[in-house]
């Protein structure tokens, strides 16, 4: 049976069709319009679930990719930057237009699933996948299937404290990861310490200031003591880091490093992996969904 898997962005819709090898058939991207509201953001997903259904030419299972969590109470859409989908009943509505049950995640979910299945940790068991970028979050995926826990938000290590009383966080805790070693918390670090706005591309080039080994060795000790407290609980056998901030590319050595020296063993080797399918994750992700539903 053909999987079809749709990517739901802040700015982009991307539709892919995969076949029983999951080798791609067909791979749409479309506007997502939200500027225009929810019911435009419904109409979209459908004509391009629509039209990958006629490459498909026969059934297909449909898995979507989400910026935000289906509350397991409600059934409508909760934590989403996309603001226009909150308390929307996404699923639901997208299920009674298709006349069929599809499945539906976030998109550190789908990360996770995409990388475990098919990217870079497709050789290991239990995996934990990292999103770094506007926000920080994370999924797990174990022996093939995804983790997802009894409320639903196994893996959101973005919004545990990293520093009790410290930086206010969105979500109405102070300290939370998601605080001081997201893309845009990184900038604005940087904005403190020199006054200057620069984007993260530019200032990881920086390295002979003082202001610059301040704010990396500030990055790496968040990072580490934040990473280290998910392998003292999860031990998984790979971390594969997504988004934006996974492009720094000292995340891998130093960083790695700095892990390693806040887990409580005197072994470590647990594999710190840049991701393989960038921005691809989420659409695979979606259609492999189907197995998790």
């Not at 059934?59 to 909150?86: A, D, F, Q, W």
């Not at 996974?246 to 080797?269: C, H, M, P, Q, W």
């Amino acid at each position: 049976m053909h999987k079809i898997g749709i990517d739901l962005g802040g700015t982009k819709l991307e539709g892919i069709l995969l076949d029983e090898k999951l080798q791609v058939i067909e791979r749409i991207r479309i506007p997502t319009d939200k500027e225009s509201g929810y019911q435009a953001i419904l109409g979209n997903m459908l004509s391009l679930i629509n039209d990958l259904r006629k490459k498909a030419q026969d059934e297909c299972i449909v898995g979507v990719c989400i910026p935000g969590t289906i509350s397991p109470y409600t059934g409508k859409v909760r934590n989403s930057n996309t603001t226009c989908l909150i308390g929307k009943p996404l699923k639901d509505d997208l299920e009674s237009m298709l006349h069929q049950t599809i499945s539906m995640d976030n998109d550190a979910n789908c990360f996770v699933m995409a990388e475990a299945t098919i990217g870079a940790a497709k050789d290991f068991d239990t995996v934990f996948g990292v999103i770094m970028g506007t926000g920080v979050g994370g999924g797990i995926v174990i022996n093939g299937s995804l983790h997802r826990g009894r409320t639903l938000i196994a893996g959101e290590w973005g919004h545990h404290t990293l520093h009790t009383g410290g930086n206010p966080c969105y979500c109405g805790h102070k300290g939370c990861v998601e605080t001081y070693i997201s893309g845009p918390a990184l900038e604005n670090r940087w904005t403190e310490l020199t006054g200057r706005n620069e984007p993260l591309s530019i200032i990881v080039q920086k390295s002979s200031s003082d202001e610059a080994n301040k704010w990396k060795n500030e990055f790496l000790e968040n990072f580490g003591r934040a990473l280290a407290n998910v392998i003292d609980i999860l031990d998984p056998d790979a971390i594969v880091l997504g988004g934006g901030v996974s492009n720094v590319s000292f995340l891998y050595d130093e960083g790695k490093n700095a892990v390693y020296r806040n887990v409580f063993t005197d072994t470590i080797e647990t594999p710190i992996l840049k991701n393989q399918l960038g921005d691809s994750a989420g659409v695979f992700g979606a259609a492999l969904l189907n197995a998790n539903p």
